[in-house]
């Protein structure tokens, strides 16, 4: 099956801080996903992003399918951007089904 | 608000118990998921479901069932509790228009089996 590593594992900023993180993926996808996991565990679906750059406030993300990688990218980070960073790709067929890297933690210090 | 409810946020049940985890969602998704969530591992998925009454089998179905007798309701049944199903389960339930694919999680179920 498809697999998904996410780096770094952990990553700690101070607030204001801009952040890069990276998903790569073995194989092609037809869905990609980032969610963030806030402090309290309910994971929030931040974009859809199977190709191309898209943009929503401070975040962005961009995917170059070609080369099986996605980018996300946090500005002028905030105290309430902490949490647990999540990749997901789904692989051919409409099922929904995600595959999820295993996150990165990241930290913002005030 | 579009919602993913799930019946219980902390349980503790023992070793042998049947046990049952319920996610309710008022979206008319097609789709629900159950994953569960440990430390180091990611989510992993154990169960979907596409209709009602469909079901496939996820990467760790084993110890596991589901159910879903109405659309809105998705169900995941622990047939004979065990220590090692002590974790963070996660309900969801996504979309697929044209705008891609949508979302919406649950907030979490964590059992503690004892």
């Known amino acids: 099956g498809i697999q998904v590593e996410q780096s770094p594992p952990d990553l700690i900023l101070q607030e204001g801080a801009n952040s890069t993180l990276r998903c790569n993926f073995s194989d092609s996808v037809n869905n990609l996903q980032w969610f963030h996991q806030n402090p309290w565990g309910q994971l929030i679906n931040l974009f859809y992003i199977p190709s191309g750059t898209k943009q929503n406030g401070r975040l962005s993300a961009t995917t170059v399918a070609t080369e099986r990688y996605s980018l996300l990218y946090i500005s002028s980070s905030q105290t309430t951007d902490s949490g647990v960073y999540f990749c997901?790709?789904?692989?051919?067929?409409?099922?929904?089904?995600?595959?999820f890297g295993q996150g990165t933690t990241l930290q913002v210090k005030p | 608000d579009v919602k993913v409810t799930q019946s219980s946020r902390y349980l503790v049940k023992r070793t042998g118990e049947k046990v049952f985890l319920e996610c309710v969602q008022d979206?008319?998704?097609?789709?629900m998921f159950w994953y569960r969530q440990d430390p180091g591992l990611g989510l992993r998925l154990i169960y979907f479901s596409y209709d009602v009454k469909m079901k496939e089998k996820g990467d760790i179905p084993e110890g596991y069932s589901v159910s879903r007798e109405k659309k809105e309701r998705f169900s995941l049944i622990l047939e004979s509790a065990s220590t090692n199903q002590t974790s963070m389960y996660l309900c969801a339930s996504s979309f697929v228009d044209r705008g891609g694919y949508g979302y919406t999680f649950g907030s979490g179920t964590r059992l503690t089996v004892v």
């Open positions: 979206m008319d998704h097609e789709n």
């Open positions: 997901a790709v789904g692989g051919s067929g409409n099922t929904g089904k995600l595959i």
